[in-house]
C-alpha cells in the first residue's frame, strides 16, 4: 500500500484536475448554448432559401423563357472530388475528432467509391489527419474556427465556388458532425458541389405562398444559387461548432464525476493507511513499555 504521502500528493493533483474540468465544463456549457441558438436560427433560413430555390426552378421551367443555366449546376462525370472535412482546432472533447475523420473514409467509400482526391481541412485536428494518413491536402482554413462568421465562410465558398466552375474539382462533399442533441453528434456527408435539385418536380402547393417574381425567374436563381451554397457551408460550420460543445461538455462531465470518484476512493485508502498507521504506533509503544517493565 502506498504511504500517507503518496496518497495525500495524488488527492491534490486529482483535486486540481477536478476543478479545471468542471470549469471547463462550464464553459462549453456557456458557449453550446450561443451555439446552439445559432443553429435553430440557420436551420429554417436554410430550409426556406431551398424552398425559394425550387420555386424558382419550377417558374421558370413553366415559363416561356430561354433555358436558365448555372455553372453550379453542371454535373460532370466525378473524375477529381474534394471532400471538405471540419474538425475543432482543440481537444479534449471525447471521440469528437477521432469520430468524424474516421467516418469520413467510410462516407466517401460508400458513396463515392474511393478515397477522394484530396481533402480541405476545416480545423487543426482534420490537417493533422489528413497529413498523418498520407492523404493530398488541397488546403486549410483553421482561422474560422477563431470566429465564426458569414463574411469568412461566403469567401471560401466563394472559393470552392471558383474552383468547381475551373474544372479543378467535379465533385465537392462535406463531412462533418451534425448537432443532434446535447448526448448525439452524427457524422454527416453532404454533397455541396454541383447542386443537388429533386429529379422529379416537387409539389409545394399549400407549404408556401405563390410567389410573384421580378425582374424575372432566371435573375432570381443567378442570385439565390450562390446564396443559398454559402448559406450551405454556414450552416455545417454551425452545426459543427455546436456538436463540439455538446461533445466537450459532455467530456468534461465525465472526467469530474470520474475525478470525484477516484477522490472517493483514494480517500478511503488514505483512511485505512492512516489508521494502520496509529495502530502501529500504538503496538510500538504498548511493546517498549512492557520491555521497561521487566
Not at 36 to 54: G, K, T, V, W
Request: charged fraction near 20%; aromatic fraction near 6%.
Amino acid at each position: 500500500m502506498a504511504n500517507l504521502k503518496e496518497i495525500r500528493t495524488r488527492i491534490a493533483s486529482i483535486r486540481t484536475t477536478k476543478q479545471v474540468t468542471a470549469a471547463m465544463k462550464m464553459v462549453a456549457a456557456s458557449r453550446l448554448k450561443r451555439a446552439q441558438d445559432a443553429i435553430l436560427c440557420i436551420r429554417p433560413y436554410s430550409a426556406r432559401l431551398y424552398d425559394m430555390l425550387l420555386t424558382a426552378m419550377q417558374e421558370h421551367a413553366e415559363a416561356e423563357e430561354a433555358d436558365f443555366s448555372s455553372p453550379y449546376l453542371e454535373v460532370r462525370e466525378p473524375r477529381r472530388t474534394l471532400a471538405v472535412l471540419i474538425t475543432s482546432n482543440r481537444g479534449l472533447c471525447g471521440s469528437f475528432n477521432a469520430a468524424i475523420c474516421r467516418a469520413s473514409i467510410e462516407l466517401t467509400m460508400q458513396e463515392c467509391g474511393a478515397v477522394p482526391d484530396a481533402f480541405f481541412a476545416i480545423g487543426k485536428h482534420a490537417e493533422r489527419f489528413v497529413k498523418a494518413r498520407g492523404f493530398t491536402l488541397a488546403g486549410e482554413a483553421n482561422a474560422l474556427h477563431d470566429g465564426l462568421h458569414f463574411a469568412a465562410v461566403s469567401t471560401l465558398a466563394e472559393q470552392l465556388m471558383q474552383e468547381f466552375v475551373a474544372e479543378k474539382w467535379d465533385r465537392v462533399m462535406l463531412i462533418y458532425n451534425q448537432f443532434k442533441n446535447v448526448s448525439t453528434q452524427t457524422p454527416l456527408m453532404e454533397q455541396f458541389l454541383p447542386v443537388e435539385l429533386p429529379d422529379v418536380p416537387v409539389d409545394l402547393t399549400g407549404i408556401q405562398p405563390n410567389y410573384i417574381m421580378e425582374p424575372s425567374s432566371s435573375a432570381l436563381l443567378g442570385q439565390i444559387i450562390p446564396l443559398s451554397l454559402k448559406v450551405q457551408l454556414f450552416k455545417a460550420l454551425t452545426d459543427s461548432t455546436a456538436a463540439e460543445h455538446a461533445a466537450r461538455m459532455k467530456a468534461m462531465h465525465q472526467a469530474t464525476d470520474n475525478a470525484e470518484e477516484l477522490l472517493r476512493d483514494l480517500t478511503v485508502a488514505f483512511n485505512k493507511a492512516r489508521q494502520s498507521s496509529i495502530t502501529n504506533e500504538i503496538i510500538e509503544v504498548t511493546g517498549g513499555a512492557e520491555a521497561l517493565k521487566q
